[in-house]
């Protein structure tokens, strides 16, 4: 059974930082594209960050490049999102989601999903 559990979200003041963390299990972790999406009430599903795990490439998105790192410990099937400089438009629901084959920016493309974490980050 494919899982994806998602933690490190809370409460941050804008310009601090969070890391969140996404282990996966049930699926050989190698052959995926992981990304984490974010969502606030109303709105679609935003990619913020994609990492292929194969070959390391990473895309961000221009509203958090240069503050948010994704990154991957694959002995751990573990892909981690850094969060620094956050602001408060970061806040969101911070969703962890895998698919096989190459990154898509779409929600629609990803096959699994993780149950979301809340990140807050008052002014």
């Known amino acids: 059974q494919v899982q994806l559990v998602e933690s490190g979200g809370g409460s941050v003041q804008a310009g601090g930082s969070l890391r969140l963390s996404c282990v996966g299990s049930g699926f050989t972790f190698g052959r995926n594209c992981i990304a984490w999406f974010r969502q606030t009430p109303g709105m679609e599903r935003e990619a913020v960050a994609r990492?292929?795990?194969?070959?390391?490439?990473?895309y961000y998105a221009d509203s958090v490049k240069g503050r948010f790192t994704i990154s991957q410990d694959n002995a751990k099937n573990t892909v981690y999102l850094e969060m620094n400089s956050l602001k408060p438009e970061d806040t969101a629901m911070y969703y962890c989601?895998?698919?096989?084959?190459?990154?898509?920016?779409?929600?629609?493309?990803?096959?699994?999903w993780g149950q979301g974490t809340q990140v807050t980050v008052s002014s």
């Open positions: 990492l292929n795990i194969l070959s390391g490439w990473a």
């Open positions: 989601a895998a698919r096989d084959g190459p990154c898509r920016a779409q929600d629609i493309d990803y096959n699994y």
